[in-house]
């Protein structure tokens, strides 16, 4: 299946042949409107799937400690 690039690379393709007030924007309205880019459309990030966190059950159970040191000159 064929679908379009982004606005980015769409409205580069078009305004490479042709130009016209408002021609991004009408660009823009075309490829967010198009069923096809709409369907096909991947996500660029992918993330895992979230998983369940450990919750302390009373004050102290968990500990954590941020140590911060001086960085040495290269």
Not at 26 to 31: C, E, H
Not at 52 to 61: A, E, F, I, K, V
Request: a positive charge; glycine letters at 4%.
């Amino acid at each position: 299946l064929d679908s379009h690039t982004g606005i980015q690379k769409t409205n580069e393709l078009v305004s490479n042949r042709y130009f016209w007030k408002g021609c991004y924007a009408d660009t823009l309205n075309y490829v967010k409107s198009c069923e096809l880019c709409i369907k096909h459309k991947q996500s660029s990030s992918k993330h895992a799937p979230l998983k369940s966190m450990w919750l302390p059950q009373r004050p102290g159970q968990f500990v954590s400690m941020d140590i911060v040191v001086p960085i040495k000159n290269c």
